[in-house]
C-alpha cells in the first residue's frame, strides 16, 4: 500500500496533475509526500475522504517544515470520514480555498486561521464534536454555505450574521438554547433560509415585555391564592398560574398586579 501510494503522488507530481484522489486508502497518517518539493504546486482538488486519519501531519513538529499551507493552488480539500482531531493553524494559508469538508470527525475545536480563508465558499463541519465556533469565522467573507450539524454547539455565534454572502446555515442537531438577537435586523433576502421560518414562528411571548421567545423561556410560577382570582374560589384550588418570561431581568420584575 505504502509503495503504491509513493506511486500515486510521485506520478501526480510529474505529470502537474491538479487533481488527486486518495479516498479509501486506510490512512493512518497525512502522506508528508504530498508537501515535499513543489511538485504538487499544481494541486487544485484533494480528496482524501473514508480514511483513518488523526491529524493533518504525523506529528506537530512537521507544521513548520512540511504545512498543507504549501498547497497555494488547493481550491478543495475533502477530508471527511476520518477520525481528525486536530487541523493544523497552517490550514489559514489555503488562500485559494474555495470548498472544505470536515464533516464526520472527531473534531473539538476549529482553529482561528480558518477566518483567514477569505475565498471559502463551502465549510462543512457536521458530525463533529464542536462546542464552539471561532470567532475569526465572519472574516470568511466568500462564505455562502455552512453546514454545522450534528454537534455539541449550544449557540449560534453572532459574528456570523455579519457573513456578508451566507446563503444557507444548517446547525440542525445541536443543542441550541437561543439565537442572537442580531437576527432580528436581517432582511428576508439576507436571512438563512434555514432560520426565515424559525424567527416568524416565536414560541410566545414575553409576560413582562412582549418581546416573541423562540429557543429558550424563563418560566415564574404564581400559586392562584396569591392571584387577584383567588376570591372567586375561597381559597379552595391548588391550581397555579405559569408566566413566561424573555430574560432573568423580565423574570425578576414581572408581576401580575403590575
Known sequence: ??????????????ERHKNLFLNYRNLHHFPLELLKDEGLQYLERLYMKRNSLTTLVRQPLYCDIFS??????????????????????????LRSLRHLRLANNQLKYLPAEVGDLRELQTLDISTNRLITLPERLHM???LQYLTADRNHLWYVPRHLCQLPSLNELSMAGNRLAFLPLDLNFLTPISLPKSLLELLHCPLGHCHRCSQPMFTIVYPKLFPLRETPMAGLHQGRTTVSFVAYCCSTQCLQTFDLLS
Open 1 to 14: 500500500m505504502a509503495s503504491e501510494l509513493c506511486k500515486t503522488i510521485s506520478e501526480a507530481k510529474l
Open 68 to 93: 498543507i499551507g504549501s498547497l497555494v493552488k488547493l481550491q478543495f480539500l475533502d477530508l471527511s470520514d476520518n477520525a481528525l482531531e486536530i487541523v493544523c493553524p497552517e490550514i489559514g494559508r
Open 140 to 142: 470568511c467573507l466568500s
